[in-house]
Nanobody
Framework: VQLQAFGGGLVQAGDSLRLSCVTS????????MAWFRQAPGKEREFVAV????????SYAKSVEGRFTISRDNAKNTVYLQMTSLRPEDTAIYFC????????????????WGQGTLTVSS
């Protein structure tokens, strides 16, 4: 499973940004897709997850109501729409994939994309 994440950038606090994670068609339809982030000097933490078919989604409390995870079936892409960004959202954001839903720890995911840096100041 190969994942390619992009879309990060430098924004002002309160702004919005959308991250994208592209994978193969087979991986997209069979795998749960998640976003994690790692802030400077901190451990990687769970942000959001969507099951295959977008039947189930779940969010970290710190982003609930501000971030939305979604799938685009036509583009084999998972998005993380981030709104009302705060300085504490500054991190490298990673997309990850696995089979099965209900996993929220870094060690639960086998497949990872490269990170994309988001800075909110």
């Amino acid at each position: 499973v190969q994942l390619q994440a992009f879309g990060g950038g430098l924004v002002q606090a309160g702004d919005s940004l959308r991250l994208s994670c592209v994978t193969s068609r087979r991986s997209f339809v069979t795998h749960t897709m998640a976003w994690f982030r790692q802030a400077p000097g901190k451990e990687r933490e769970f942000v959001a997850v969507t099951s295959r078919g977008e039947i189930n989604t779940s969010y970290a409390k710190s982003v609930e109501g501000r971030f939305t995870i979604s799938r685009d079936n036509a583009k084999n892409t998972v998005y993380l729409q981030m709104t009302s960004l705060r300085p504490e959202d500054t991190a490298i954001y990673f997309c990850a994939a696995r089979l099965g839903f209900g996993y929220y720890k870094e060690g639960d995911y086998l497949y990872w994309g490269q990170g994309t840096l988001t800075v909110s100041s």
